[in-house]
């Protein structure tokens, strides 16, 4: 069973920028977050994707946008990129139990850095 | 929305001593409360959970308290190793936000 796979590892983008990041789920898990990491601070909820569908937003401005494939992979895209972006980017997956929330197992993250 | 505070945001204990982190929640709806365990350069990882219906879970040297009247939960380590060493976080599942609201972290450093 392959864990929750994150890629790039690191990104450095200019402000003003769009930027891509890319999240492989768990084997067998249907439904995808995403969080913003900052340095020193507890993950922010951005997103959630369930089925091909956002199931669920935080307090992020449309400027950050997602997807999520037919095989549950997912995309988180930045539009417009500014300063206070910089942080780690988290992507959770989990599988489905009727009635209950489900446990959320994390991916290494995606460090972005915008200058 | 949902607020979670914990504490204290820094701990050291020498190793085999216990060490406390405490979490309160804003949000009387919610009813899941996970802990993850946080090493340099990884993503979270999930150490122990526990529902509302539940006051207490434990798992060998982990355990979790949950107070619901009083809105607070807590992770306690016994016999703690220089490997426990990591930034620790809380957070709580609420179901009218449909979200998981982590705290600010709880760096916890077991010195040898």
């Known amino acids: 069973e392959t864990g929750v796979t994150q890629s790039p590892t690191h990104l450095i983008k200019t402000r003003g920028q769009q930027v891509t990041l890319r999240c492989s789920s768990q084997?067998?898990?249907?439904?995808v977050s995403w969080y913003q990491q900052a340095l020193g601070q507890g993950p922010q909820f951005i997103f959630q994707?369930?089925?091909?569908?956002?199931?669920g937003r935080g307090n992020f401005p449309p400027r950050f946008s997602g997807l999520q494939f037919p095989n549950y992979s997912s995309e988180l895209n930045v539009n417009a990129l500014e300063l206070d972006d910089s942080a780690l980017y988290l992507c959770?997956?989990?599988?489905?139990?009727?009635?209950?929330?489900?446990?959320?197992?994390f991916g290494p993250g995606t460090r972005l850095t915008v200058l | 929305g949902e607020n979670v505070e914990q504490h204290p945001s820094t701990l050291s204990v020498q190793e085999g001593d216990s060490a406390v982190i405490k979490c309160t929640y804003s949000?009387?709806?919610?009813?899941?409360f996970p802990w993850y365990k946080q090493e340099l350069g990884k993503g979270p990882q999930l150490i122990i959970d526990?529902?509302?219906?539940?006051g207490e879970k434990k798992d060998q040297r982990i355990a979790v308290t949950l107070n619901k009247t009083a809105k607070h939960f807590s992770l306690h380590i016994t016999e703690t190793q220089p490997e426990d060493s990591a930034a620790y976080f809380c957070?709580?599942?609420?179901?009218?936000?449909?979200?998981?609201?982590f705290g600010s972290g709880t760096q916890l450093t077991v010195l040898p």
């Open positions: 994707y369930y089925r091909e569908e956002e199931n």
């Open positions: 957070a709580a599942f609420s179901g009218s936000a449909r979200q998981l609201t």
């Open positions: 949000d009387s709806a919610s009813n899941y």
């Open positions: 084997s067998g898990h249907n439904t």
């Open positions: 959770a997956s989990s599988g489905t139990r009727r009635g209950l929330h489900n446990e959320q197992f």
């Open positions: 526990i529902r509302s219906n539940v």
